[in-house]
């Protein structure tokens, strides 16, 4: 671990933040607009499965921003020394279901610092633990893995943003969503989160600045779409959720939201095979 690192755990290492919000009932039907049909069927005063990614958001005045739409660093974040932000993955624990009307408060945690060194360059690793608790205790548990790139370089901006080489052939799924992730829903989806990470909806910067194919599909939204498919495929919702990022979706393609037979894994995947995100679960409570 080099000086750089050493500093940053030293600093930042167990410091929390805590927040407050609501699952308010416009929320709740903002979220359903934004995913409906592809929800999982719960009860009438339950709020939907993945609307805590809505909550208590990180909050910043436009002159706190960095050049990517996100607060700058070094307010509840490290700062690290690159500048690209992507969600790598993460684990969920569900204790209790939330319920429209909860008052929720988050705590936010940075549990791990780790540089890397990846085929693509430099990688830094921010792992952030969040907790939920409504009134009634304990409702949601997380662990979720930043990670940070370097600076698309001129001359080779798409290729170091380009899925991997997709599969020849389709893995066989239990059941399947099909999704067409267009820019409209990705900026509706930004709006409900608060997120402005230009990634997603200013195409001009997705494209040129950060090298992507087109505007880049949201990790979490991902992660709400198959967190909800495995909730469907029974009686009991997912206890443990875990999942990590493969590749970006790029929006107006095609994707499909696919289970496995075995009823634990799953994943998106794009034209041609690709796959985006994977999952995984342990099944919980009714």
Known sequence: ?????????????????????????????????????????????????????????????????GADGHPAKNLSLPPVPLPRRMWAGGELQVHDHLRVGDK????????????????????????????YHSDRGLALSERQDIVYREAAGLGNVVSRNTSPAAPTTIRPAAQVWSVIPSSTLLFRYSAITFNGHRIHYDWPYATEAEGYEGLVVHGPLQATLLLNLAASQGVAIPLTFRY?????????????????VDGRRLWTQGEGGAVHMEADIDRGMA
């Open 1 to 65: 671990m080099d000086t750089t690192q050493q500093d940053l755990s030293a600093q930042w290492h167990g410091r929390q933040t805590e927040s407050i919000d609501v699952v308010s009932e416009r929320l709740v039907e903002s979220f359903c607009a934004v995913f409906e049909p592809h929800l999982a069927p719960l009860p009438a005063d339950t709020a939907p499965l993945g609307i805590h990614w809505c909550l208590s958001p990180a909050i910043a005045g436009m002159r706190q921003l």
């Open 104 to 131: 929720v408060r988050k705590v936010s945690t940075i549990q791990d610092i780790v540089r890397k060194q990846g085929r693509s360059g430099e990688l830094w690793f921010v792992a952030v633990g969040h907790t």
């Open 244 to 260: 990590r990022g493969i590749a970006p979706a790029i929006a107006d393609r095609a994707l499909t939201v696919r289970a496995g």
